[in-house]
């Protein structure tokens, strides 16, 4: 799909939709071609995601990873990755979605954090998530007792691609301040796979790092009107246990990579809804 920075996008006939399921013709006549183009070596394509914004005015966007970019100029880092937004009613060229501009080298590294490796869009008017699975943070930093542990983060942006309410931004990193060590939470990498469930009232996350790589996969809410649903059960609901870290609950042996795709489809949910074990969908990734 993506080659030497370059993005090809291609409508489908006309044909083909009305057809539904017959054979099909791929139109790659050139005014019908749409191309986008990111700097060499930045893995510009390594994610997409269509985006529909509504406000504060309506815009149909490609959103586009580029997880090896070249870092922004207060990130203290020399390639960070990066996440850019593709307008694809216009030929112009893709714009960096400018967030995470900042860095503190005594805790942490955005040295190769492969922002951009996953994103995904939560529909019409909603918001967007996007992560860097390297993010690494850091203690004692330049002494003999230095230590990295890859936790991974990710970042939720409001429709218009901005930080603007109290569930927008880069907190979501829910391994860190946990035990560290890769049989533990240490190398997490949370972020290689993030999605919205089909009823968007959730958010996904794989941390397929966790438990010597046994990896595990968190859901949390994000709908602010659940109340008013009649929706009580908002989580955070963890494979493992939320407040247990049980790395027996794991229902995989090690080295077997849980969390590392999801997808609406395969996102593995699991969640006690009074008292009773649910799996919403259950998939290891392909």
Known sequence: MAAAGQLWLLYLSPWFL???????????????????????????????????????????????????????????????????????????PCTRIEFDNNADPSSESKEDQWMGVTVQSQGPGGKVVTCAHRYEKRQHVNTKQESRDIFGRCYVLSQNLRIEDEMDGGDWSFCDGRLRGHEKFGSCQQGVAATFTKDFHYIVFGAPGTYNWKGIVRVEQKNNTFFDMNIFEDGPYEVGGETDHDESLVPVPANSYLGRNQSRRHACLFRRLWGTLLSQALGLGG
Request: glycine share 10%.
């Open 18 to 92: 009305a057809q539904l399921g017959a054979a099909f013709n791929l139109d790659t006549r050139e005014n019908n071609v749409i191309r986008k183009t990111g700097d060499p070596g930045s893995l510009f394509g390594f994610s997409l995601a269509m985006h529909w914004q509504l406000q504060p005015e309506e815009k149909r966007l490609l959103l586009v990873g580029a997880p090896r970019a070249v870092a922004l100029p207060l990130q203290r880092a020399n390639r960070t990755g990066g996440l850019y937004s593709c307008d694809i009613t216009s030929p112009g």
